[in-house]
């Protein structure tokens, strides 16, 4: 159950020194409960990423949903250029006023779709 990236960032959190164990999401800013945790590449591998930063499971299929790989490499390889983006400003406006541990289905957008 995890591959090579996965158990480095498991030994990354557990090596850090750190007041608490809470993991809070850079997308929305809420907790993320081990459940709830998905490691998302800033630049997908595909397009030669190797940085990783832990999200909300909502929050980085929200992202998978709305851009492809090669606009996340391109225009969203921050967490900062992501939240510029108003649709993602929308979800997130909307998750913030959700459980931790809340989970939806996310749906491709059209334009990715027909892509």
């Known amino acids: ?6 158990r480095k960032l498991l030994n990354e959190r557990w090596t850090e020194s750190t007041v ?5 999401c ?10 709830m945790k998905d490691a998302h590449h800033l630049v997908p591998k595909s397009k ?6 832990f999200l909300h499971r909502i929050c980085h299929r929200q992202i998978h949903a ?8 391109r225009q969203y390889s921050t967490v900062e250029a992501l939240l510029a983006h108003p649709e993602i400003e929308l979800f997130v406006k909307w998750v913030k006023t959700k459980p931790d541990d809340f989970f939806e289905v ?9 892509a």
Do not use: N
């Open 106 to 114: 996310s749906r491709k957008s059209r334009r990715i779709k027909r």
């Open 1 to 6: 159950m995890g591959g090579r990236i996965r």
């Open 48 to 53: 030669g990423g190797r940085q990783t930063q």
């Open 66 to 73: 709305l851009f492809t790989e090669t606009e996340l490499a």
């Open 26 to 35: 850079p997308l929305c800013e809420r907790a993320i409960p081990d459940s």
């Open 20 to 24: 608490s164990d809470v993991l809070i």
